[in-house]
């Protein structure tokens, strides 16, 4: 069974940098994409960033040119580098792995930015 597990949210100030991870316990084939969302309090589930099959990559319009999203095949694993952090990113950061049979989720990880 897969299980994606996340790790590097934590309480950062505004302006400051995270680095998101998300590991696959196993080999993932046809893959479509990659991606994170985020879920703030009182607020539904939104894409955050993702990476196609091909390497093209798509940002929420809040995120562009402060978030970067990327992947290491070999090590099965999808980050996200969060820079010039605001406290509206404050949210639980989940990542999705889509395939052609369905999709997995990480348990999330949550991220506050706060002075």
């Known amino acids: 069974q897969v299980q994606l597990v996340e790790s590097g949210g934590g309480l950062v100030q505004p302006g400051g940098s995270l680095r998101l991870s998300c590991a696959a316990s196993i080999r993932i084939l046809n893959i479509i994409d990659m991606g994170w969302y985020r879920q703030a309090p009182g607020k539904q589930r939104e894409l955050v960033a993702r990476i196609i099959t091909g390497r093209s990559t798509q940002y929420a319009d809040s995120v562009k040119g402060r978030f970067t999203i990327s992947r290491d095949n070999a090590k099965n694993t999808v980050y996200l580098q969060m820079n010039n952090l605001k406290p509206e990113d404050t949210a639980v950061y989940y990542c999705?792995?889509?395939?052609?049979?369905?999709?997995?989720w990480g348990q999330g990880t949550q991220v506050t930015v706060s002075s």
């Open positions: 999705q792995i889509a395939t052609f049979l369905g999709a997995y």
